[in-house]
C-alpha cells in the first residue's frame, strides 16, 4: 500500500509541477508582509477552490487567513501553509549579487512563497486519492498568515480552529533535507509606549520629561538583565520612535519593541514580566507615562516523535533532487557570497537533527553547496534558537515537520541570498520534494490507522504532564507590519 501511495503521489505532483511552480513564483513575484497578504491568500485559496476544496475564508476572524477542506469526517489531517514575505528584503531573482528589484521593497527571505505552495501541492495530491480511493477522512490546507513576527497561527489555534485536527504536518525550506525535529523558543512581543512632556531642549529643559531618555533607560535596563536570566533566553528590542529628528526639542513619545524568548511559556513570562518591570522603572525615572500594546506570542514547538519518524521514512523514500550543471554553478556563485560563519551555523543546525550520526554527516559534507544525502535523524533534546508558530499547533495536534534543499547550502534564512534563490528550479525541486513527503505522510496516515494512534498516544501523553494555555491573551489581534 505505501509503495502504491507514494508511486501515486510522486506521479501526481510531477505531473502538475509547472503549475505549482507558477503559483510559487507569482506569489514570490508580490511579496507582502504579515497579515497583508491579500494576493498569495486569494491565490491559493482560488487554486484550492478550483480543485474542489470547500473554502472558509477570513479563519479566526484573520482576513488573509483561510482553511481549505475536502472530504467528511476523521481522521482530520492538517497541512499548514505559510506565505507572508519579509520587509526589506527586495531582490533580484537568480542573481549572486545584491540587486534590489524595489528600494526598501518586501522580499521572501524565508521562502513562505515555496512553503504554502509545498502545502498546496500536497493537500491536491491527498485530495485526488482519497477521491480515487473512497477513502473516508478530511484533508485541510491551513493558509496561515503572518507568521514573521505576527504568530498567525497562535491566533488561529486561540479561536479554536485546530481542536478537531487528528494530526498536523508542514515543512520549511532549508538548505539541507532532513527532520525539523528540535525544540524552539517561545516568546513574546511587545510595544512599550512613553509619553512625556515637550520642552525647548536649551531654554526650558528642567519643564519637559523626556520619552526618549526613558526609552534609553529601559533599554539600558533590559541589558544588564540579560546578565540574570537563563542563558538560553533572548532579548531583542528595536526602536520603532524615538521621538523625531529635532534634538533641540525634549521628546514627549517615543516607543520601543520587544521580542523576549525563552525555552518554555512559564519561564518566557516571567522574564517578559522582569522586563515590563523595567519599563515601569524607567517610566518612573524620568516622570513620564508608559502603556504596553501586547502584539503577539508563540509557544516553544513540542516535537511528535512517532510522526516525525513516519515523515522521515517518506523524506528518505523520495531522495534528493539531480542538479544541472548550470544550477550548480549558481549555487556555487551564492556560496562565494558567503561568510565562513554561515557555512558554520548551517552546519551546526543541520547537525543539531541528527544526534552523534549528524555531526559527522555535517562535518563530511566538505566544500558541497546542494545536497547529495538525507540528513540523518534521531531524537534530539537541542533547542533550535528560533521560534516558530508551528509551536502552538503541535500543543494542540500531534505535529511533524521536515526540511527540504532549497538553496544552496549555508545561505542563512531572512537573507537576499535566499530570497534570490525562492525563485529559481532549485527552489521548485525543494518545493517539488516537500510536497511529495508531505502528501506521502498524510495519505499513510489514512490508509493505517495504526501510525495515527501511535502519534495522539504520545500526544495524549505530553498534555498529561503539561497542559497548553494560549500565550495570546483574549482580545488581542493580529497587528499587520506598519
Same mark, same amino acid.
Given at each position: 500500500?505505501?509503495?502504491?501511495?507514494?508511486?501515486?503521489?510522486?506521479?501526481?505532483?510531477?505531473?502538475?509541477?509547472?503549475?505549482?511552480?507558477?503559483?510559487?513564483?507569482?506569489?514570490?513575484?508580490?511579496?507582502?508582509?504579515?497579515?497583508?497578504?491579500?494576493?498569495?491568500?486569494?491565490?491559493?485559496?482560488?487554486?484550492?477552490?478550483?480543485?474542489?476544496?470547500?473554502?472558509?475564508?477570513?479563519?479566526?476572524?484573520?482576513?488573509?487567513?483561510?482553511?481549505?477542506?475536502?472530504?467528511?469526517?476523521?481522521?482530520?489531517?492538517?497541512?499548514?501553509?505559510?506565505?507572508?514575505?519579509?520587509?526589506?528584503?527586495?531582490?533580484?531573482?537568480?542573481?549572486?549579487?545584491?540587486?534590489?528589484?524595489?528600494?526598501?521593497?518586501?522580499?521572501?527571505?524565508?521562502?513562505?512563497?515555496?512553503?504554502?505552495?509545498?502545502?498546496?501541492?500536497?493537500?491536491?495530491?491527498?485530495?485526488?486519492?482519497?477521491?480515487?480511493?473512497?477513502?473516508?477522512?478530511?484533508?485541510?490546507?491551513?493558509?496561515?498568515?503572518?507568521?514573521?513576527?505576527?504568530?498567525?497561527?497562535?491566533?488561529?489555534?486561540?479561536?479554536?480552529?485546530?481542536?478537531?485536527?487528528?494530526?498536523?504536518?508542514?515543512?520549511?525550506?532549508?538548505?539541507?533535507?532532513?527532520?525539523?525535529?528540535?525544540?524552539?523558543?517561545?516568546?513574546?512581543?511587545?510595544?512599550?509606549?512613553?509619553?512625556?512632556?515637550?520642552?525647548?531642549?536649551?531654554?526650558?529643559?528642567?519643564?519637559?520629561?523626556?520619552?526618549?531618555?526613558?526609552?534609553?533607560?529601559?533599554?539600558?535596563?533590559?541589558?544588564?538583565?540579560?546578565?540574570?536570566?537563563?542563558?538560553?533566553?533572548?532579548?531583542?528590542?528595536?526602536?520603532?520612535?524615538?521621538?523625531?529628528?529635532?534634538?533641540?526639542?525634549?521628546?514627549?513619545?517615543?516607543?520601543?519593541?520587544?521580542?523576549?524568548?525563552?525555552?518554555?511559556?512559564?519561564?518566557?513570562?516571567?522574564?517578559?514580566?522582569?522586563?515590563?518591570?523595567?519599563?515601569?522603572?524607567?517610566?518612573?525615572?524620568?516622570?513620564?507615562?508608559?502603556?504596553?500594546?501586547?502584539?503577539?506570542?508563540?509557544?516553544?514547538?513540542?516535537?511528535?516523535?512517532?510522526?516525525?519518524?513516519?515523515?522521515?521514512?517518506?523524506?528518505?523514500?523520495?531522495?534528493?533532487?539531480?542538479?544541472?550543471?548550470?544550477?550548480?554553478?549558481?549555487?556555487?556563485?551564492?556560496?562565494?557570497?558567503?561568510?565562513?560563519?554561515?557555512?558554520?551555523?548551517?552546519?551546526?543546525?543541520?547537525?543539531?537533527?541528527?544526534?552523534?550520526?549528524?555531526?559527522? !554527516?555535517?562535518?563530511?559534507?566538505?566544500?558541497?553547496?546542494?545536497?547529495?544525502?538525507?540528513?540523518?535523524?534521531?531524537?534530539?533534546?537541542?533547542?533550535?534558537?528560533?521560534?516558530?508558530?508551528?509551536?502552538?499547533?503541535?500543543?494542540?495536534?500531534?505535529?511533524?515537520?521536515?526540511?527540504?534543499?532549497?538553496?544552496?547550502?549555508?545561505?542563512?534564512?531572512?537573507? !537576499?541570498?535566499?530570497?534570490?534563490?525562492?525563485?529559481?528550479?532549485?527552489?521548485?525541486?525543494?518545493?517539488?520534494?516537500?510536497?511529495?513527503?508531505?502528501?506521502?505522510?498524510?495519505?499513510?496516515?489514512?490508509?493505517?490507522?495504526?501510525?495515527?494512534?501511535?502519534?495522539?498516544?504520545?500526544?495524549?501523553?505530553?498534555?498529561?504532564?503539561?497542559?497548553?494555555?494560549?500565550?495570546?491573551?483574549?482580545?488581542?489581534?493580529?497587528?499587520?507590519?506598519?
Amino acid at each position: 500500500m505505501n509503495e502504491s501511495i507514494n508511486d501515486f503521489v510522486a506521479s501526481y505532483i510531477e505531473q502538475h509541477q509547472a503549475r505549482f511552480s507558477a503559483l510559487s513564483d507569482a506569489i514570490w513575484d508580490q511579496p507582502e508582509t504579515r497579515f497583508t497578504e491579500t494576493f498569495a491568500a486569494g491565490l491559493l485559496s482560488g487554486a484550492l477552490e478550483q480543485d474542489g476544496f470547500r473554502i472558509e475564508q477570513a479563519a479566526g476572524g484573520i482576513d488573509t487567513a483561510f482553511i481549505a477542506s475536502y472530504g467528511h469526517g476523521q481522521p482530520v489531517i492538517a497541512l499548514l501553509g505559510e506565505y507572508d514575505a519579509l520587509a526589506g528584503l527586495s531582490q533580484q531573482a537568480g542573481c549572486s549579487t545584491r540587486q534590489p528589484l524595489v528600494a526598501d521593497g518586501h522580499g521572501h527571505g524565508c521562502g513562505h512563497n515555496l512553503l504554502g505552495t509545498a502545502a498546496l501541492a500536497a493537500a491536491c495530491a491527498v485530495k485526488a486519492w482519497l477521491q480515487q480511493h473512497s477513502v473516508a477522512g478530511t484533508i485541510r490546507f491551513y493558509g496561515c498568515p503572518g507568521e514573521e513576527g505576527g504568530s498567525g497561527k497562535t491566533f488561529m489555534v486561540r479561536e479554536g480552529l485546530f481542536d478537531d485536527v487528528d494530526a498536523a504536518l508542514t515543512w520549511h525550506p532549508e538548505g539541507f533535507s532532513g527532520m525539523f525535529n528540535t525544540a524552539t523558543l517561545a516568546n513574546i512581543q511587545a510595544a512599550f509606549h512613553f509619553s512625556g512632556v515637550a520642552s525647548h531642549a536649551a531654554n526650558a529643559p528642567h519643564l519637559g520629561r523626556s520619552a526618549l531618555d526613558a526609552v534609553t533607560l529601559m533599554n539600558t535596563g533590559a541589558n544588564f538583565l540579560r546578565e540574570h536570566i537563563i542563558p538560553e533566553a533572548r532579548l531583542h528590542y528595536a526602536v520603532t520612535n524615538s521621538g523625531g529628528s529635532s534634538p533641540n526639542v525634549v521628546q514627549a513619545g517615543a516607543e520601543v519593541l520587544y521580542l523576549v524568548r525563552a525555552p518554555q511559556l512559564d519561564q518566557l513570562q516571567d522574564i517578559y514580566q522582569r522586563v515590563v518591570d523595567i519599563a515601569r522603572g524607567a517610566a518612573l525615572m524620568t516622570g513620564t507615562e508608559m502603556s504596553v500594546r501586547f502584539e503577539k506570542a508563540c509557544s516553544n514547538y513540542q516535537p511528535n516523535r512517532a510522526l516525525e519518524q513516519l515523515m522521515y521514512r517518506q523524506l528518505c523514500h523520495f531522495g534528493l533532487p539531480d542538479y544541472s550543471e548550470e544550477e550548480q554553478q549558481f549555487a556555487a556563485s551564492i556560496r562565494q557570497t558567503l561568510s565562513a560563519d554561515d557555512l558554520r551555523n548551517a552546519r551546526l543546525n543541520a547537525a543539531r537533527t541528527g544526534g552523534p550520526a549528524g555531526h559527522a !554527516w555535517a562535518e563530511a559534507l566538505g566544500d558541497r553547496v546542494l545536497m547529495a544525502s538525507v540528513a540523518p535523524y534521531s531524537v534530539s533534546d537541542e533547542v533550535l534558537y528560533g521560534s516558530t508558530d508551528v509551536g502552538d499547533v503541535s500543543w494542540v495536534a500531534p505535529t511533524a515537520q521536515c526540511f527540504t534543499p532549497c538553496f544552496a547550502f549555508g545561505t542563512p534564512l531572512h537573507s !537576499w541570498q535566499l530570497v534570490s534563490q525562492g525563485r529559481t528550479p532549485i527552489a521548485h525541486k525543494g518545493m517539488s520534494l516537500a510536497g511529495k513527503t508531505l502528501a506521502a505522510t498524510a495519505l499513510a496516515l489514512f490508509a493505517d490507522a495504526t501510525l495515527l494512534e501511535a502519534a495522539q498516544q504520545e500526544f495524549r501523553q505530553q498534555r498529561i504532564r503539561q497542559p497548553y494555555h494560549c500565550p495570546i491573551p483574549a482580545g488581542v489581534t493580529p497587528t499587520p507590519l506598519a
